[in-house]
């Protein structure tokens, strides 16, 4: 099902915030590539990285991934992802449920409202809405993260990172990162699940494919607010060249989990992060770019919306759903873990 009809038909794309208007958003599926303790871009060459992963996007996904040698397009003999030309990689934290004795279960992932695929993670390319307004591709070589793993509170920069707790069907409001979402995990049953919102910066230094931090090359526009969603405010003379806004949706499926009997007897909420994070400020967004060629940039100059889009080649579900990868690091994931992945400790 295509977007853009699915989400006029509940109402959705009328009320992305501030009178934005109709948002030209590319909106597609990464299936499930790997989920291992790896992070090329954080822990470049180190195996196993501190927590794990869920990855997505080209199979050339892999410890390293220097930049100066490692070209996604060429090294990817697939993708995960419904644009055929994608071969970039997206990651972030893995959610864990915790059982009251101790012991934590992988928490599986569903496929965001009228996708289809293997969990994975919900790629938003943003254009700017005016038709006319610049909007520069992300080039060879670049990536970036957004978020702090080591975040255990809400204070620091603020950060366009958060939860919500899905109604049974249709996400209930679509102002991303507006009340009633929040940084912190939601504290009782989600009939639908919980969704996850990474949503990346807008502004560019024009320079540099990375930083040390992976993040001071990027920054958020002056003015943009929590809850917007696509390139809006104005970019800073330091960062003055305007990107696509990069989003993510994760749909954690924690309906197994929504019974009494199941949660801690003090009524405090039993999902974590890989991280070892208790309350939710550690979920973090990568990115690595690998489109082919200046196919991405021709799609946002086409202002492409949803998952079909002229100036791109597309796959079908199941061509997607069969890319994915073995495990580099070879380590028990999944079934009830004494700890979690790399021993996190909980925080
Ligand atoms: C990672 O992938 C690149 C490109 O395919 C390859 O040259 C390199 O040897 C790989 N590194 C590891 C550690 O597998
Ligand atoms: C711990 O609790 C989970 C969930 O109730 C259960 O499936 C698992 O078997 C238990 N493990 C042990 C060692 O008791």
Redesign the pocket.
């Given at each position: 099902m295509q977007w853009k009809p699915l989400a006029l038909a509940l109402g959705i794309l009328a009320d992305l915030g501030h009178g934005q208007g109709t948002m030209p958003m590319m909106r597609f599926q990464c299936s499930q590539l790997v989920v291992e303790r790896l992070d090329p871009l954080v822990n470049p060459g180190t195996a196993p990285s501190p927590h794990l992963h869920q990855i997505v996007g080209g199979n050339?996904f892999?410890?390293?991934?220097d930049p100066a040698?490692?070209d996604l397009p060429t090294?990817s003999t697939c993708t995960s992802c419904t644009f055929s030309e994608d071969f970039s990689n997206y990651w972030t934290a893995v959610m864990y449920f915790r059982a009251r004795n101790g012991t934590f279960t992988r928490v599986p992932q569903l496929p965001n409202q009228g996708l289809e695929g293997n969990g994975g993670i919900t790629v938003y390319y943003i254009a700017p809405s005016n038709k006319k307004a610049a909007v520069t591709a992300f080039k060879p070589g670049f990536r970036m993260l957004v978020g702090d793993a080591a975040r255990s509170s809400a204070s620091g920069p603020a950060r366009k990172i958060c939860h919500r707790c899905m109604p049974t069907s249709g996400d209930n409001k679509n102002i991303n990162c507006g009340s009633p979402d929040g940084p912190t995990f939601p504290k009782g049953f989600c009939a639908g699940g919980i969704r996850t919102i990474i949503t990346f910066p807008t502004c560019w230094d024009g320079k540099n494919t990375d930083s040390p931090d992976h993040s001071s090359h990027v920054t958020f526009a002056k003015g943009a607010a929590q809850n917007d969603v696509g390139p809006t405010g104005s970019c800073p003379a330091s960062h003055p060249v305007v990107i696509p806004q990069l989003m993510y949706e994760i749909i954690w499926d924690t309906k197994a989990f929504n019974k009494k009997e199941l949660w801690p007897e003090d009524g405090s909420q039993p999902f974590v992060w890989s991280t070892g994070d208790t309350n939710g400020y550690s979920q973090h967004g990568d990115y690595v770019f690998g489109w082919k060629g200046d196919s991405l940039q021709k799609a946002l100059d086409q202002r492409c919306t949803g998952d079909t889009c002229a100036a791109l080649k597309t796959q079908t579900t199941e061509e997607a759903v069969k890319c994915t990868k073995s495990r580099?690091v070879q380590e028990e994931v999944d079934g009830w873990l004494t700890n979690l992945p790399g021993d996190r400790m909980l925080f």
């Amino acid at each position: 099902m295509q977007w853009k009809p699915l989400a006029l038909a509940l109402g959705i794309l009328a009320d992305l915030g501030h009178g934005q208007g109709t948002m030209p958003m590319m909106r597609f599926q990464c299936s499930q590539l790997v989920v291992e303790r790896l992070d090329p871009l954080v822990n470049p060459g180190t195996a196993p990285s501190p927590h794990l992963h869920q990855i997505v996007g080209g199979n050339s996904f892999n410890i390293s991934m220097d930049p100066a040698t490692h070209d996604l397009p060429t090294a990817s003999t697939c993708t995960s992802c419904t644009f055929s030309e994608d071969f970039s990689n997206y990651w972030t934290a893995v959610m864990y449920f915790r059982a009251r004795n101790g012991t934590f279960t992988r928490v599986p992932q569903l496929p965001n409202q009228g996708l289809e695929g293997n969990g994975g993670i919900t790629v938003y390319y943003i254009a700017p809405s005016n038709k006319k307004a610049a909007v520069t591709a992300f080039k060879p070589g670049f990536r970036m993260l957004v978020g702090d793993a080591a975040r255990s509170s809400a204070s620091g920069p603020a950060r366009k990172i958060c939860h919500r707790c899905m109604p049974t069907s249709g996400d209930n409001k679509n102002i991303n990162c507006g009340s009633p979402d929040g940084p912190t995990f939601p504290k009782g049953f989600c009939a639908g699940g919980i969704r996850t919102i990474i949503t990346f910066p807008t502004c560019w230094d024009g320079k540099n494919t990375d930083s040390p931090d992976h993040s001071s090359h990027v920054t958020f526009a002056k003015g943009a607010a929590q809850n917007d969603v696509g390139p809006t405010g104005s970019c800073p003379a330091s960062h003055p060249v305007v990107i696509p806004q990069l989003m993510y949706e994760i749909i954690w499926d924690t309906k197994a989990f929504n019974k009494k009997e199941l949660w801690p007897e003090d009524g405090s909420q039993p999902f974590v992060w890989s991280t070892g994070d208790t309350n939710g400020y550690s979920q973090h967004g990568d990115y690595v770019f690998g489109w082919k060629g200046d196919s991405l940039q021709k799609a946002l100059d086409q202002r492409c919306t949803g998952d079909t889009c002229a100036a791109l080649k597309t796959q079908t579900t199941e061509e997607a759903v069969k890319c994915t990868k073995s495990r580099d690091v070879q380590e028990e994931v999944d079934g009830w873990l004494t700890n979690l992945p790399g021993d996190r400790m909980l925080f």
